[in-house]
Nanobody, 116 residues
Framework: QVQLVESGGGLVQPGGSLRLSCAGS????????MNWYRQAPGKEREPVAV???????NYASSVKGRFTVSRDDAKSTAYLQMNSLVPEDTAVYYC??????????WGQGTRVTVSS
């Protein structure tokens, strides 16, 4: 059974940092690009970052230079290091593969709130 479990969210002040984790199970984690998405209140879910199976990464323009995505295939875990957070980063963050997203499977996400 496929599972994606996000963790590490919370309340942080503007300018602060958080590190999100995503533990995958029930599938061959190392064979999939791992994407991070976020959904802000009242908005559609949007892609944030991706860590490919080739070791490359890519970012949305809104987070480039502030967020760093990584993965540890031995632990079947992906990470999203978020620095210099701003209120606009407030959202529920999800990790997923494109394949699972296309069939409508999503984890529960982890909520990030950036507020003073």
């Amino acid at each position: 059974q496929v599972q994606l479990v996000e963790s590490g969210g919370g309340l942080v002040q503007p300018g602060g940092s958080l590190r999100l984790s995503c533990a995958g199970s029930g599938f061959a984690f190392s064979k999939y690009a791992m994407n991070w998405y976020r959904q802000a209140p009242g908005k559609e879910r949007e892609p944030v970052a991706v860590a490919t199976t080739f070791g490359t990464t890519n970012y949305a323009s809104s987070v480039k230079g502030r967020f760093t995505v990584s993965r540890d295939d031995a632990k079947s875990t992906a990470y999203l290091q978020m620095n210099s957070l701003v209120p606009e980063d407030t959202a529920v963050y999800y990790c997923n593969t494109e394949q699972f997203a296309n069939i409508g499977y999503w984890g529960q996400g982890t909520r990030v709130t950036v507020s003073s």
